[in-house]
């Protein structure tokens, strides 16, 4: 029993520093540039995408990529409940992420799908459903949001 928990204990603290190595490492190794890289060099903010991004592939003829994060990723960021699915996919242009899916946000008592996302100078435009455009300033985006 105490043997059991010991060994658990450690594949934790294993798997802890396997997580942190892996997303305070630049790049991936074989020169890939991580998802953040990527949004940056669409001219896009790092917050976009939650902490926590793994692997992803991305086209770079069509920009159609796929994200894959640790988990079902929680945020809860400016007054919004945010649902993003392990796997995102979407397509990716300069200032532009469209074709979204696997991410909601929670309005009322409903989640309803974030369409795409859009820079408009200082500002990032989302499509919320059929029916909603929320704005919000870059500078909200600074820093990639934490799952819970
Ligand atoms: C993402 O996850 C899916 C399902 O686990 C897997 O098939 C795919 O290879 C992963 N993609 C990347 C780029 O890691």
Known sequence: MALTKTKRETLGVIFLCFSVCLLSTPSNGDGQPTPYEVLQSHNLPIGLLPKGALGYDLDPNDGQFSVNLTNICNIYAGGFKIKCNPTITGVISTNNLDNLDGVRVKIAVFWIK???A??????????IGN???????VSDFTSSPGCS
């Open 131 to 137: 029916f909603a455009k929320k704005t919000f300033p």
């Open 118 to 127: 859009k820079r408009n100078g200082d500002n990032i435009e989302f499509k």
């Open 114 to 116: 974030i369409e795409w």
